[in-house]
């Protein structure tokens, strides 16, 4: 059983940036891949990032390419989401993923992971 627990969410205006911070208890985090997703209101939870357990696998979603940035550290159990130049569009409520695979691959798909964070609230003004 993993638990995770987001935070670092609030209201930014737009060109502004946030950290959210996803720390992961139980297991042991390194075995796991993580993810980042969002859902906007009356919308379905889209992908927005994935990492591999070691970190050396990246990847994103191409409406964030190039502004957001997901790393973690494992001695911390904490996977980030460094989001730059948000924009009104990335408002939504951010959620975190852990899935139990330790390859190199990154994954993107919600039925892939086993464990999901409660969600924390971004809000970009115009």
């Known amino acids: 059983q993993v638990q995770l627990v987001e935070s670092g969410g609030g209201l930014v205006q737009a060109g502004g940036s946030l950290r959210l911070s996803c720390a992961a208890s139980?297991?042991?985090?390194?075995?796991?891949?993580m993810g980042w997703f969002r859902q906007a209101p009356g919308k379905e939870r889209e992908f927005v990032a994935a990492?591999?357990?070691?970190?050396?696998?990246?990847y994103y979603a191409d409406s964030v390419k190039g502004r957001f940035t997901i790393s973690r550290d494992n001695a911390k159990n904490t996977v980030y989401l460094q989001m730059n130049s948000l924009k009104p569009e990335d408002t939504a409520v951010y959620y975190c993923?852990?899935?139990?695979?330790?390859?190199?691959?990154?994954?993107?798909?919600?039925?892939?992971?086993?464990?999901w964070g409660q969600g924390t609230q971004v809000t970009v003004s115009s």
């Open positions: 139980g297991r042991t985090f390194s075995s796991y891949a």
């Open positions: 993923a852990a899935g139990y695979y330790s390859g190199v691959y990154v994954y993107t798909g919600l039925e892939l992971y086993d464990y």
């Open positions: 990492i591999s357990w070691s970190g050396g696998s990246t």
